[in-house]
Structures are given as structure tokens and as C-alpha cells.
């Protein structure tokens, strides 16, 4: 992989100027190009990035581009497509976004980039299987960004319930970005204590717990009911996971990642625990699920099954 800390993004809508702004103020970014169908719209927010540089805490290259400019990137970040309406599940979104995805991928590869591929359009663990039939590349090398989101307002959640950091919530969300996520509640801890325990022992109703988990999988259609989008949080995720990779961190986190017979799954990508680092995803890790969150997985899984049978593989012949 290449050492230079070079990152294309294409796709300059809410969600990759989102991303684009928070590595801005987070630094730990040398180069950092925009690519959009609407090549103005690239240049617009490349002038307007550029203008934050002397209050940013490091020195950074913005600038619209090309795809040739993948070629020596480290990083390639998709989050082009069409974004969720009102009312709409993500799911609703495959068949366009995917043609989209198809082609992007097509441009990125033509260009020669070995790089690491992190997707984030929607469905995510449907276009990140798109990216990976039409890149060819090392399944290690792609990976959407599956239920990091989720995992981030499960933690926010617990926290806010319990009045604790959120910085000390270890909890996950497994499965689709989406409707049939679930929560593993056996694995889910807070600092060093179960949070079943938690509730036990405090008296706290169990039946909050499903509460918690409705509140994170109805967060998205709230949000763009009242504002018509959601940005922020992916955004700032997306930062977490390029990071993950620059800086070689060997972090855990919950990102659409192809299973090869984990979980009892296979020829897939969904959302689970995986270890990131500067060659992308260094290793998956595989829970015991009791049978109800089995269940509940292989149902996430069937649901990606149907769809890419019925909708995406047609497109990628």
C-alpha cells in the first residue's frame, strides 16, 4: 500500500463534504481530492474548503479532480448515488445507486488504484458488494461503512439512558444498515460490566432495551423527515474508518465486511466487528450469538441474499 496520506472522494453531496469538512478540522489528511459528476460543484466546495486551511490544525492539498488521480490515492471513499426520501428504506435506493456505484468503480479501477476502498453510498452492504464484483479487488481492500453509524448512535443512546461517557459504551449493531440491524445485548458492555447486568441491577425495565435499539434503526427516517437528509453523523464516521486506515490503528469496528463462512455466512457483505488497519480489514471478529440474535443475523443476511439475486447481479452482467 502506498504511505502517501491521499484520499479521493467521490461524490461532493451532504454526505462527502460532511466527511470532508470533519477531516478538515481532525487533520491526519495531506491530500484530499473532490470528484463529482457535477464537475463545478467539486470546484465550488474545493474553494470553499480551501478558505478554512488558515484556521485548519495542519497543512493540507484540496482540490478538484479526476479519476486519474486515484492511481498513487491511498484511500478511495464512494458516497456518490441517489439519498434516501422521506419514507424510503435504503433498500429502495439498490437498483439506481447500484448502476451508479458500477460505474465509478469502473473509472476508479482504469485508473490503477491498488488502494483501500471504503463505501459508504446506500444500501452500503449492497454497493459495497458492487464495488468489490467490479473492482476485483482483495476482499481486505473493500469495505463499506456498514453499521458504524448505528454503533455510534447505539452508543449515544445507552449513554444518554444511563447518564454515563459514551466514550466508555462498548456496544455494537450487527447486520444490514437498515431496518433488520440487531443488537447483540449479550456483548454489549458498559466501561467493564454487562449491560443486562446493568439493568438488572438497577431495576431498569428489560423491555428499555428494545427501546434503545428502535430508537438507533428510526434515527435516520426522524432525521430526514425533519431536515430531509443525514450527514453529519456518517461524515464523521467516515473520518473514523479513514483514519483507522492512515494511521494503522488496528481498530474494532463495525464495518460491511464479506463473510467467508463467519457467522454462518457466506458470499455476503454486512455489518460486523472487524479489526482495521493500513491494509484494510485485517481480521473479522465472530461472536457467539444466542440463537434469537442468530436468527435475526441470518434474516439480515437473507434479506442482502434476495436482493443482490434479484436486483444487483443483474446489473453486474
Known sequence: MNTNRKVVLVGAGFVGMSMAYSI??????????????????AIGEEMDLSHCLPYAPQKMVIKAGDYSECKDASIVVITAGLSQKPGQSRLELA???????????????????????????????????????????????????????????????????????????????LGEHGDSSLVPWEHCYVGCKKMIDIMKDNNHPMDDLKKIHDGVWKAAYEIIEKKKATYYGIGMALTRLVKAVLNDENSILTISSYL??????????????????????????????????????????????????????????
Do not use: W
Open 24 to 41: 478538515l478540522n481532525q487533520g491526519g489528511v495531506d491530500e484530499l481530492v473532490l470528484i463529482d459528476v457535477v464537475k463545478d460543484k
Open 95 to 173: 437498483v439506481a445507486n447500484a448502476k451508479i456505484v458500477k460505474e465509478i468503480t469502473e473509472n476508479v479501477k482504469a485508473s490503477g488504484f491498488e488502494g483501500i476502498y471504503i463505501v459508504a453510498s446506500n444500501p452500503v452492504d449492497l454497493m459495497t458488494y458492487v464495488v468489490a464484483q467490479v473492482s476485483g479487488a482483495p476482499k481486505s481492500k473493500v469495505f463499506g461503512s456498514g453499521t458504524v453509524l448505528d454503533t455510534a448512535r447505539l452508543r449515544y443512546l445507552i449513554a444518554d439512558y444511563l447518564g454515563i461517557s459514551s466514550k466508555n459504551v462498548h456496544a455494537y449493531i
Open 260 to 317: 467467508d463462512h463467519e457467522y454462518g455466512q457466506n458470499g455476503i457483505y454486512i455489518g460486523v466487528p472487524a479489526i482495521i488497519n493500513k491494509d484494510g480489514v485485517k481480521e473479522l471478529l465472530e461472536l457467539k450469538l444466542n440463537k434469537e440474535d442468530q436468527d435475526k443475523f441470518n434474516h439480515s443476511c437473507e434479506i442482502m441474499k434476495e436482493n443482490i439475486k434479484n436486483e444487483i447481479d443483474p446489473i453486474l452482467k
